[in-house]
Structures are given as C-alpha cells and as structure tokens.
Nanobody
C-alpha cells in the first residue's frame, strides 16, 4: 500500500515536498520511485532509489529534485525546488519488485499510489 501526500499549488520558482507512506515490507525490500503524468501526456519517470541507495533522476528534473528516504517512518520523499509550469502534473509513488531499479520506466513498476496533484503557476 502506497499513499502520497504533499501536493498543492505553488508559484514558479517555489518548492514542494512530497511524501509517500509505505508498508515496511515494500519500503525495505524494493526499488521505489516517483513518476508524474501531465494532462494529455504519458507517465514519465521522475526519480528512483534502490535498496543500496543508488539514485536515478529523469533528465527534466536533474539538479532540481531530490529523492530520499525517511527510514524511521518508512516514507519516501521527493523535494522539488525551482518548480516551473512544466512540472504541473499528478505525481505518483511506485514500487518495483526486487531491490534494483534498472530503467526508470513506469512499465517496470508494479505497485502504485493514488497520486497527489502539483500545480505550478507562472
């Protein structure tokens, strides 16, 4: 079970922090990732982190977004800085069976949350 929170509306240049509450089993045993889907567009990978802490970012968010884990709370985090209108989308937390993440593609992830919306105004 995955549950995202922290989405909202922000002006360009602002920041948001998304959280994904997970079950302990999912969090410690699997690759975890963040994806987003804008209206009329395909779902795209934002960031992933495997059980060894190896991180991959999508090209459009490199240098602006940071994925991390709060191990005490079994929570996956996404800090988003320097947001722009192009970041407007529904953001999803996902888990992939197995400890390694591989390619940052939604087709390889098995478990999904319901999403949290992010709107960035110019």
């Amino acid at each position: 079970h995955l549950a995202e929170s922290g989405g909202g509306s922000v002006q360009a240049g602002g920041s948001l922090r998304l959280s994904c509450a997970t079950s302990g089993y999912t969090y410690t045993s699997n690759c975890m990732g963040w994806f987003r889907q804008a209206p009329g567009k395909e779902r795209e990978g934002v960031a992933s982190i495997d059980t060894d802490g190896w991180i991959v970012y999508g090209d459009s968010v490199k240098g602006r977004f940071t994925i991390s884990q709060d191990n005490e709370k079994n929570t996956l985090l996404l800090l988003m800085n320097s947001l722009g209108p192009g970041d407007t989308a529904m953001y999803y937390c996902a888990a992939r069976e197995g400890s390694l993440c591989g390619v940052l593609s939604p087709k390889f992830f098995d478990l999904w949350g319901q999403g949290t919306p992010v709107t960035v105004s110019s």
